[in-house]
């Protein structure tokens, strides 16, 4: 998969079939109009192309209006995002910066300038509720009157249901928020996971005798956020099961920063006190163990933390059963 940011690069396909939308998640709908788009362009011939912005644009849109508050909690961050669609089979993602010129831009200069100039679109593939435009006047029936003028084919997607439950990113962000990370498996077809690069950070959990590995979340508000049973991957063969913190820690600092810190339960002597800096991992989180807390020193944190790693114990163990049996029972 080639990804570009913007328009004007070099090796950029000169016609493709395209859906457009900000894909946080990537759940089971966005998996779905993923797999017709990548049918229809291999029906006719192009690369499969997705449009997608960053940031947000409801984050761009809370920041402007000086309520940063209604800005989305993200599911994924964009080395998240993009793996996923890679995982998909698209050939192509144009990532555009979502800023004031993007959005102030009509849907008639959307569709010839973005679309027809930017990307040669000949077949476009949207969701039941896409807006686009300024103040989000265009819709499905606009750009499929202008197809036949600028030489390209438009459909449209339903929505995509599980157990009789649309699925869409706002569904996912409840299930998260509501720690039913069964529900949000559900709804992901995946378990949920972030992944990214391992920092250094203030090394306290050394000094309370828990090591951490530090992931940044590159957003200010993660659609998850808790203490969780969780298993890291990239560090082994074999995935290490832990305990980790998804927030901002509110007993040491509550600087605002999201960080992903991951206690793995039993560390390999062959990777040192140093050999999982810089490497690229993934978390699972698997159970949510309780929410993110204040407490009263950092004595009362170590007694809390050696709770959530008995916690994390016993709930990766049943976890490990479950998935033994159901392993038993396909067979």
Partial sequence: MRVFSGFHHPGIADACALTIGNFDGVHR?????????????????LPSCVMTFEPHPRDYF?????????????????????????RCGVDQVVVLRFDHALASLSPEAFIVDMLVRGLGARYILV????????????????????????????ARMKSYEVHGLRVSSSAVRQALADGDMAQAESLLGRTYSISGH????????????????????????????GIY??????????????????????????????????HCLDWPARLGAEGAYGKLVRVELLHKLRDEARFDGLEALTAAIEQDVQDARVCLASYAAQRRQTTRDRI
């Fill in 29 to 45: 709908g966005h998996q779905a109009m993923l797999a017709l788009l990548r049918n229809e362009a291999q029906h006719r011939g």
């Fill in 62 to 86: 809370a920041r402007a209006a000086g309520k940063p508050e209604l800005a989305p909690a993200r599911i994924a961050t964009l080395r998240d995002k993009l793996s996923e669609l890679e």
């Fill in 127 to 154: 969701g039941d509720d896409f807006r686009f435009g300024a103040k989000r006047v265009g819709d499905y029936a606009m750009l499929d009157a202008a197809g036949p003028a600028q030489g390209f084919d438009v």
């Fill in 198 to 225: 391992v920092v250094h950070g203030r090394k306290l959990g050394r000094e309370l005798g828990f090591r951490t590995l530090n992931l940044r979340f590159a957003h200010a508000k993660s659609a998850a956020m």
């Fill in 229 to 262: 049973a969780v298993r890291t991957h990239g560090l082994g063969e074999q995935p290490l099961d832990g305990v980790a913190s998804l927030g901002v820690r509110p007993t040491v600092e509550d600087a605002g920063r999201v960080l992903l810190e991951v």
